[in-house]
């Protein structure tokens, strides 16, 4: 696993296109190929597709990488328990200005309700978190109830890498962030990284030329948790500030 220089929901093209609420914003690999990042889509409300994805979605729901907080609005409308984290202070405030519950923390920081929440999202990319798929699977895996769901959108492509990005805006040079860790990975590859940590695919499905993958892991049993309705899930989001060395979500 390569090492993350700082995450990249914390750098200043990001946080400057949530503010807008648009691009061209892209994460750019090393040898120079650039992915446009569809920061408008992020910044608006819930899209059908999304929608699908989450009447998919059972019990308390933690939407990992929230970004603006579409997602964690649409369920909060629902009445659902929802929760979003981001590493972006600029991503928690607005989806707390849509209604939302959010936290600034990593994925891989001490999370409310370990072992207890019934589905996890790894939405528009983010289970390119960190790098390390297999780190994030067994993260994930801690943070689900048993027979609990994750529901990940996967590259529209068949591609499994690991590699450098920064993010970039394309019409301001100084615009770039900092490089760090960020894996792509198609539904194929994601299929063969969770059966190794035995996760089984419970659906696979593409809808407006995205492709998502529903998984269960049953290999544990249940462990003791913090409560869903602690203080820490229905109080204060910053809980503190991410270092340089977070892993990112996005």
């Keep these: ?80 328990t929802v929760l979003g984290i981001d590493v972006s202070e600029t991503a928690v405030t607005q989806t707390e200005r849509l209604g939302g519950q959010s936290l600034l923390r990593s994925v891989f920081d001490p999370l409310p309700g370990e072992g207890l929440w019934d589905t996890i999202l790894l939405m528009d990319g983010n289970v390119g978190i960190g790098g390390d798929p297999r780190a994030l699977l067994a993260r994930v895996e801690s943070l689900l109830a048993p027979e609990g769901l994750l529901i990940v959108e996967t590259d529209d492509i068949d591609v499994c890498e690991c590699t450098l990005m920064q993010v970039i805006d394309v019409t301001d040079s100084r615009a770039t962030g900092r490089p760090f860790t960020w894996a792509r990975l198609g539904t194929p590859a994601l299929l063969r990284h969770a059966a190794r940590a035995g996760w089984r695919p419970v659906a696979l499905w593409t809808s407006g030329q995205r492709r998502f993958a529903a998984l269960r892991n049953s290999c544990r049993s249940r462990s003791s948790a913090e409560p869903l309705n602690s203080p820490a899930v229905t109080s204060g989001r910053r809980a503190r500030k991410p270092s340089a060395d977070d892993t990112a979500t996005g």
Aim: with cysteine.
């Design 1 to 80: 696993m390569l090492t993350t220089a700082a995450p990249w929901a914390a750098s200043d093209p990001y946080t400057t296109a949530l503010r807008a609420g648009h691009g061209p914003l892209y994460l750019r690999r090393t040898d120079g190929w650039l992915l446009p990042l569809d920061v408008e889509r992020w910044c608006a409300r819930a899209d059908p597709v999304d929608l699908e994805v989450l009447d998919r979605c059972e019990g308390a729901v933690l939407d990992v990488g929230c970004g603006p907080g579409r997602l964690v609005s649409e369920l909060t409308n629902r009445g659902r």
